[in-house]
């Protein structure tokens, strides 16, 4: 097998411009251009090389995140980089560090709820980094539940100061990125509590390290909280424990943009509508969408290029054996993969859009489609972070054996990646929150209010509820208008189905709480369909040449039929379809399957990352796998000698049958 | 939440005896003493402790794990164990190391495949450990086709030896346990050649490592693979590459068993069945089995405790807020998954029974359940270590947040766990073997052929295609034949629908490669349905007393229901049952799921895990979980400091503005 380039092979199958794909996924010609730029330029710093990150300890890992940090630091400020290069440039560096909270968290909350003043006091400091902050919301006790935050904040009129107290061990702040070691700053979210009264949770920039020589301030105790899952991934950082034991702070340093305390300690509500909260939301969750299109595309690069490589079984003649990438097996688990990272990408653009949109109108004080880009971008955000977390080690699975190695990049992928199933609200808590979204548009529909936006669709329930699905051949499952419906009535007949049952219960929060587990299922359809639309959307609008937009149609058959055969038992259920059109979809997509199979390898190029973002060594954009695991097997520490350490004391004494009298 | 005792609550709500049911789970009281003993002697060694696993770094890990392995076979001598009480030791020591080949893998090896005279030689050696051996099987190219495997063992007839040598880069054995660098010896699987013909695949003793100095003998390459995936977890076993250049060995180092080699060259088969080895196939994937059940009812265990303790949301008048265990979204995920070990561990009991049937016969020379028999086991094997595998990672999210720290023990025991999924048969290759078993079943129908074992089902096809389920209330779905029926009529469906669609095809093969996907879909209806099976057997013939039938048969339903709430699609669309039906399967879950709830904690305290066994701090027996976990967190190397290493290099720089004149 060495010496062939299996890849070479591959790549010309193709039957697609690739590079015109590139602009596609990347989104632009200058978003294409600039990511490759930043991409070779992080490549090429042997600072930033990642392929020792899981051999090394905690702390040495700690410390080489920080030794990164600074570099891109330094690196931003010669090459005079814009926001934006500087933002890919942290992209593609690729490892959890302080600096994600600090312009991800801690900036966006001055910006956010800081009055203007605040922002002139703080921005400037933080944009310069003569600070360091987090985002300190999160305790030991206390996670979804923000209202159930213990911290408190009490104003002391007599010396116009909050005092921040801990007052519970569950009370301490737990988890925050950036808190245990590096972070001088933190935004920290208590209850306000001011004449004897709680006025519930606010934010309040408070100081926890000296910036002379970075010791814990009197009253902080601040560690970090241990090891996280995986090798190298998050341990890189330095995700924190905050206690505080009575600390100070001057009035002004709660955040004022929505409530302030006046000097007398009275509480003031602003006239500024608390719904400006909801559109960081919807800017956070957007951006999570966008990071589950990578990390998903990332995995379905390695699994594809290595699949094409690995050979296994049917050899005919003392032939090559058949790729692993030609069995109807590893294409069944694959190819939906691959199509679910480009559905991701183009719901994500599509998000990005929603948010400006959203932006405009709360700037014009239009509230009107804000609940509904709420709950869109909740069940977006729930969904693709679940599909990519399994996907990824679907992916792992797919590259057998090997990929079990954490040289194949997919271990630390996968460890790196999980998190996103619980930051930024807890997966099926988000789903719960879109299915009373669901269930208030049902209920709504016989007093004439029109659903909005995404659920527009309901407004068409009278239809949907008794409409038959035409499809008669598998070519039918190829046309989009038949894919929607089944998608629109599978999801109004389940939301319509829930509303019932809920309407049974003796209340309306009882049925809820009972049949949480059915508007779950409810809401995950109503968000697949979103996708759907979405990328049926795309398809239809975007006039590609080269060959791209044949791939793009083959890729949203997959993406929707696979979902469809994946949750046949809600189609069957709600009479969407019939048994024998359901059967007619398994045909369907083993033509698809065939379709994608010449183009598999070129569809992952299109992607365009470079071997080091990949950092796999199966995932190799030259194929030539098995030398570089070769090599990579011999730097692990084991290897340094032949005779293991330990072998005098422990091994030795076994063999040589001295371990009764041996003091082990 | 402080000084609450959850949990003694939670064990006041059981309405069963849990000694009770200890015996039914550990299969008898013998066998649960046995555990008992040999887990608290474990626990209370300080020698075994865990809770620092994954803050080792590789050399320190692998040096504790030699320690260990070490003063396991000081104990053993000194409390004079037997062979069933080391065999628990080393199980309740819960540590991948090197004993687990040598007497897991290189002695049944030379059991199975090696003559009397050559048993007598080396079992002695291996069984006193003056020699330690692992199994070199697969290659760097070549894993679940072992005929593909590359490595040669030419016979040289002038020195009557055997010459042992890797032609390629790609026969080099690669993943082998306790390999890299323990083992003195390894069975060696290499092509065996003489007089220029190339006879297959067959097994060698062969000697890797000097007795005197364990440095590797000449022409011998060998080292470890490196890291894989997580912290602690595999890394503690040094699975490895080995290359030979040019070895050679005695010629009675062939295992003899079954083929020999003559002084002149001549390849000779012995009279012994072949079959034989296939019975060594179903004992150890009948461990695996066992295995699974363990794995994934440690995971519910931890899960089970900790949403007991934790609290999130609903708070009412100031009070508590409510156990997520409360929410029927978690009960949903959760009971299932306890439901499904129980299920595992009771077609575990089975399968080893099935083992002792199958080796009876083979020693009687009856051959003709073996193929039944090998399928039943490869997809037993299969189905409980997928589902075991993702298990644990539903159960690590069903902890929230804290589930992703190391010390939750979630993370090391999935990635622990995973390789069950592909070493022994990668589980989708064990499903098409099953598929392939099961489409000669049904292709023999006609011939009057009966089928056995667990297919004899099919010899009822007639009446199940055709059968009506006859539940009309949500009830009716805990009649076990209601179950039992559906099952069967769902499995030989699908089977006869893909052996319909096979013969539609040019080739059988062709039929067989195209189909895949459906046949692996087929096979898991067919294991799934012997897995409810043996647990509805076991409710009806176990008599055991103090409520724990009752505790059964509701998991029973669980487990059948929720698969088939979940796998809804495969029964409806083979007409199976109707949509109605299916409905009514919701609604019983629900009414399940509330039986349960009073007895969670009771159901998984039945496994008798100690808190040293879990390795958890969320699923500690006292529940007193967040002072543990505050606790650990001050243990992470990066707190032995409070200001970090590379603060003055790599962060005063940045804060101090000296980043472009500082040389980074």
């Given at each position: 097998m060495e010496g062939v380039d299996y890849l070479a092979h591959e790549r010309k199958t193709a039957q697609f411009d690739v590079e015109a794909m590139k602009v596609v996924w990347a989104g632009s010609k200058h978003e294409l251009d600039l990511s490759d730029r930043m991409a070779r330029l992080v490549a090429s710093d042997p600072v930033f090389r990642k392929d020792n990150r899981t051999m090394l300890d905690r702390k040495e890992l700690f410390k080489n995140t920080l030794k990164k940090a600074a570099h891109a630091w330094k690196r931003m400020h010669e090459l005079r980089l814009t926001e934006e290069e500087a933002g890919k440039m942290r992209f593609f560096i690729d490892e959890p560090a302080y600096v994600d909270l600090h312009w991800g968290m801690f900036v966006p909350a001055i910006k956010g709820q800081g009055t203007e003043e605040q922002q002139k006091k703080w921005l400037p400091l933080a944009y310069k980094m003569q600070i360091i902050g987090c985002y300190a919301q999160t305790e030991l006790g206390h996670?979804?539940?923000?209202?159930?935050?213990?911290?408190t904040a009490t104003f002391d009129p007599n010396t116009d100061e909050f005092i921040i107290h801990s007052?519970?061990?569950?009370s301490s702040k737990w988890w925050p990125g950036g808190l245990g070691k590096v972070s001088t700053h933190a935004v920290v979210y208590a209850r306000l509590i001011t004449d004897g009264k709680d006025y519930g949770i606010h934010g309040f920039i408070v100081q926890l390290r000296s910036l002379d020589d970075h010791s814990p301030l009197p009253g902080i105790t601040v560690g970090d909280i241990g090891n996280k899952f995986g090798s190298g991934a998050y341990n890189s950082m330095d995700n924190g424990v905050l206690r505080f034991d009575h600390v100070r702070i001057p009035r002004d340093q709660l955040l004022m943009r929505l409530s302030q305390v006046t000097r007398e300690g009275k509480y003031v509500q602003s006239?500024?509508?608390?719904?400006?909260l909801y559109g960081t939301m919807v800017y956070v969750r957007q951006t999570i969408v966008a990071d589950a299109s990578r990390a998903l595309s990332r995995a379905t690069c390695i699994a594809t290029r290595y699949s094409a490589v690995r050979r296994q079984f049917g050899a005919q003649d003392d032939g090559p054996e058949t790729a692993v990438l030609d069995y109807k097996t590893q294409q069944n688990r694959l190819f939906p993969l691959i199509a679910s990272a480009y559905a991701f990408r183009f719901v994500g653009e599509w998000l990005k859009s929603l948010y400006t949109d959203v932006t405009q109108r709360l700037q014009a004080n239009d509230f009107s489609t804000l609940a509904e880009a709420h709950a869109c971008t909740a069940g977006l955000k729930s969904l693709t972070t679940s599909v990519t977390a399994d996907g990824i080690e679907e992916c792992r699975k797919l590259c057998g054996g090997h990929g079990y190695l954490s040289s194949s990049g997919l271990p630390e992928l996968f460890a790196v990646y999980i998190p996103a199933c619980t930051y930024e609200g807890d997966n099926v808590v988000l789903l719960l929150q879109v299915a009373r979204f669901l269930m208030k548009t049902v209920s709504q529909l016989t007093t004439g209010k029109k659903p909005v936006g995404t659920t527009a669709y309901m407004g068409n329930t009278e239809h949907l509820m008794q409409c038959r699905c035409?499809?008669?051949?598998?070519?039918?499952?190829?046309n989009p208008y038949a894919i929607q419906e089944a998608f629109e009535a599978r999801a109004v007949r389940m939301a319509v189905n829930c509303a019932q049952n809920v309407s049974k219960a003796p209340s309306q929060e009882e049925g809820f709480f009972n049949l949480s587990a059915d508007l779950v299922e409810a809401a995950v359809a109503h968000c697949q369909l979103i996708v759907v639309t979405k990328f049926i959307e795309k398809v239809q609008r975007d006039n590609v040449g080269g060959g791209v937009k044949d791939q793009l149609q083959v890729l949203c058959n997959i993406y929707a039929l696979n979902l469809l055969h994946k949750h046949l038992g809600d189609f069957l259920v709600t009479g969407t379809i019939t048994p024998k059109q359901g059967a007619l979809v398994s045909d369907q997509l083993r033509s698809l399957y065939s379709k994608l199979r010449p183009n598999a390898v070129a569809l992952v190029d299109a992607f365009n990352y470079t071997d080091h973002y990949l950092g796999s060594v199966l995932g190799r954009y030259d194929g030539n796998v098995y030398p570089a695991l070769y090599e990579q097997a011999?730097?692990?520490?084991?290897?340094?000698?032949?005779?293991?350490?330990g072998y005098a004391e422990y091994l030795r004494p076994v063999l040589k049958q001295q371990v009764r009298l041996a003091r082990l």
């Open positions: 996670g979804s539940n923000v209202q159930g935050l213990e911290t007052p519970t061990l569950t006239d500024v509508p608390r719904q400006l035409a499809v008669k051949t598998a070519d039918d499952w190829l011999w730097k692990d520490p084991l290897n340094e000698s032949d005779v293991p350490e």
